[in-house]
């Protein structure tokens, strides 16, 4: 008997002993497994660390990676030969100066500076240097020099704008205000094509050219002799120009104000992409003369001024380029011309508001813009005024565009 107990309890050992080898295996294995799974864990945990610390603190960052679509940039090469095509300084073919648009990513800047060599020479079977004669010493005043290059999305030097001038009140302060709205639109889309004709290979944008802020006879309530025109009148001009798909400016004629003060009144409309500005430099009272007695003048300050009115509202509102226009046909309407700023975020444009026969209105061109280089030329164009004098007439687009450079603003009186 007894050692039938021994057996068992032989037996009962080696059972045991081999459950505890198991339990150990057991052991090791989950032990394995825990080991495995802390490290998972610490990876995960310190990946997502750092995706905290890259996105900086953004909490969506931790489930998608940001993706950012791509901006378009300048294609300055592009930029620079359509502003030697219209300082008359390089023929190409209507297929090289279109705009052209190429991707970047989000951060690199398109601000810069142009500075077209003197001495350039270009060589291709589309395009040539017109002036053969350039030497290292041959300057030349246009294209401007030392100006910034646009945001993308400028219209200038890509495209030309053809507006109508005047102010719905009144029949004689422009063609805007002359005729019906419907005749007025045909008119300035039979303008618009007789530029594309003239020259194909600048695209044409009409434009809607309102006065905002009129200089007047009378001192008014604040003695400024300004009426600014009711925001029904200026919707008025927006709604007309959404019909054709043109462009708006307002312009201004501050009188005995300044823009300071007539400006912000128009923040709200500027904030619209296509809303751009215009400033008189003709009725900018600095004496104690009134509006209409005298020519007015602006300095170089006041151009400044709306040039960066202008580019707080397009960096705040992430719009294309604005554009600034001013007039002059004498030299003091605008002073301190080489303290002129140019910006990425507006686009500069002198215009020539002489009226008169077709010779004074060139040598005006050639006295008052050509010799002060800014950044874009204007060229006027009166209905009624040019046709006054015996032997005169309105000139024709051709004409124009022989003008050197070549305006990119045409309007029309």
């Not at 100066?97 to 989000?106: D, E, F, I, Q």
Request: charged share 20%.
């Amino acid at each position: 008997m007894s050692q039938i107990i021994k057996r068992k309890i032989s037996s009962k050992r080696k059972i045991l002993k081999t459950l505890g080898h198991i339990n150990y295996l057991r052991l090791g294995v989950l032990f394995v497994i825990f080991m495995v799974f802390c490290s998972l864990v610490y990876k995960a945990t310190a990946a997502t660390v750092t995706l905290v610390l890259e996105s900086d603190l953004n909490p969506v960052a931790l489930f998608t990676k940001p993706e950012f679509p791509e901006e378009p940039k300048l294609d300055i090469k592009a930029y620079d030969d359509k502003m030697l095509y219209l300082a008359h300084r390089l023929s190409t073919s209507t297929s090289t100066l279109t705009s052209t648009l190429t991707s970047t990513a989000v951060g690199n800047s398109v601000a810069g500076i142009i500075n077209i060599a003197t001495s350039t020479v270009i060589s291709s079977t589309t395009k040539k240097v017109i002036s053969t004669t350039a030497t290292s010493t041959t300057k030349y005043l246009w294209p401007a020099p030392n100006t910034a290059y646009p945001k993308a999305g400028a219209i200038f030097p890509f495209k030309r704008i053809v507006a109508f001038y005047g102010n719905l009140y009144s029949k004689k302060m422009g063609v805007l205000g002359e005729y019906s709205s419907s005749t007025m639109l045909a008119m300035l889309k039979q303008k618009v094509h007789e530029w594309e004709l003239a020259d194909p290979a600048t695209p044409v944008i009409p434009a809607l050219h309102y006065i905002a802020v009129v200089a007047q006879g009378s001192a008014g309530a604040d003695g400024m002799y300004r009426a600014r025109m009711p925001d029904a009148e200026i919707q008025k001009v927006i709604e007309m120009a959404k019909s054709i798909d043109a462009i708006i400016f307002l312009d201004v004629q501050v009188a005995k104000s300044n823009l300071q003060k007539e400006l912000p009144p128009l923040e709200k409309y500027l904030k619209l992409p296509n809303v751009h500005l215009g400033i008189d430099p003709e009725f900018s009272m600095k004496t104690d003369k009134k509006p209409g007695s005298v020519i007015g003048t602006m300095d170089a300050t006041d151009i400044n001024f709306a040039a960066q009115f202008l580019q707080r509202i397009v960096q705040e509102n992430n719009l294309p380029p604005k554009v600034l226009t001013f007039y002059r046909f004498t030299r003091n309407m605008v002073t301190n011309y080489k303290l002129i700023k140019t910006l990425p975020e507006v686009q500069l444009v002198l215009t020539m508001d002489g009226w008169g026969h077709q010779a004074r209105k060139i040598q005006t061109y050639k006295s008052f813009v050509y010799p002060e280089p800014i950044q874009f030329t204007g060229f006027k164009l009166f209905f009624k005024n040019d046709l006054k004098e015996e032997g005169s007439r309105m000139m024709t687009p051709a004409e124009v565009l022989k003008l050197t450079p070549s305006p990119v603003y045409i309007q029309y009186q």
